[in-house]
């Protein structure tokens, strides 16, 4: 899915519907504010590419809403068609088999 489609199906969903939150820090964090690292500190997320599964509450998307520019934020069916998408991707393909059977010869007379 590419960012574009993303942003749209990502507006679709309303996320105040989600029992939980899927946020997955995607900007570095340093060069950032103190208030913004202190609250990414609150939330569990230290690296980038990472992902921690939160309640969805009133305090938490208050969080998200401050460092929204740094997050990724995905209900817990679009986090796994996200995940089953990728590990599709990334599945071992079957072996491709070439069979150097040479071709029986044909008779000229």
């Not at 340093?30 to 208030?35: K, M, N």
């Not at 986090?79 to 072996?95: D, E, I, L, M």
Request: charged share 20%; proline share 7%.
């Amino acid at each position: 899915m590419n960012g574009n489609a993303f942003k749209a199906f990502k507006a679709q969903v309303p996320i105040a519907w989600s029992p939980h939150l899927y946020i997955t820090l995607v900007r570095g964090i340093p060069g950032t504010r103190r208030l913004h690292r202190r609250t990414l500190e609150a939330l569990r997320l230290r690296k980038c590419n990472r992902t921690v599964m939160r309640w969805n509450t009133p305090t938490v998307r208050g969080m998200v809403q401050q460092v929204k520019r740094l997050v990724l934020i995905e209900t817990e069916e679009m986090y796994k068609a996200r995940k089953q998408n990728v590990a599709s991707h990334q599945a071992p393909r079957p072996p491709l088999v070439i069979d150097h059977q040479s071709a029986p010869a044909s008779s000229s007379t």
